[in-house]
């Protein structure tokens, strides 16, 4: 047959890159210190809520804790009865950066798996008591 010999390693010029797995049981290390001057109190409340998610995980991976503290205080802000439609919009699109909607997790190619073998390998729980044969 004419032509080079097929490589042995093959590579698609649009393959797909790999995702990123995030734990469903969202990441279990501490949350980092607030790092932007000092936060009232909802700011931290939804500081440690964000912290507990799937994403933080990839967060805590690519070390972007103020783009997050800068999120929360548009949130808060956004959330006011007083946010007007350019806070709303600087909320959406940190949400987008974030991976905190399901369309950006898609481009950012996120999923969220279950550890199946930490499953399996937890002590099996039995709900009632065994049945004794009674004479």
């Known amino acids: 047959?004419?032509?080079p010999a097929p490589s042995a390693n093959p590579r698609r010029r649009n393959a797909r890159?790999?995702?990123t797995q995030l734990p469903a049981k969202g990441f279990t290390g501490p949350?980092?210190?607030w790092?932007?001057?000092d936060p009232d109190g909802d700011e931290l409340d939804?500081?440690?809520d964000l912290w507990r998610l799937p994403q933080a995980a990839a967060w805590a991976q690519m070390n972007v804790t103020r783009t997050v503290a800068r999120y929360v205080r548009a949130l808060i802000v956004g959330e006011s009865r007083t946010a007007k439609p350019s806070h709303l919009a600087e909320v959406r699109q940190l949400e987008d950066r974030l991976g905190l909607t399901p369309m950006s997790m898609l481009r950012l190619r996120w999923e969220v798996v279950v550890d199946?073998?930490?499953e399996q390998r937890a002590p099996k729980r039995q709900d009632r008591p065994r049945?004794?044969?009674v004479e």
């Open 35 to 37: 790092p932007i001057g």
């Open 31 to 33: 949350a980092p210190d």
């Open 116 to 118: 199946e073998l930490a």
């Open 131 to 133: 049945l004794r044969a």
């Open 46 to 48: 939804a500081w440690e």
């Open 17 to 19: 890159p790999n995702t």
């Open 1 to 3: 047959m004419p032509g």
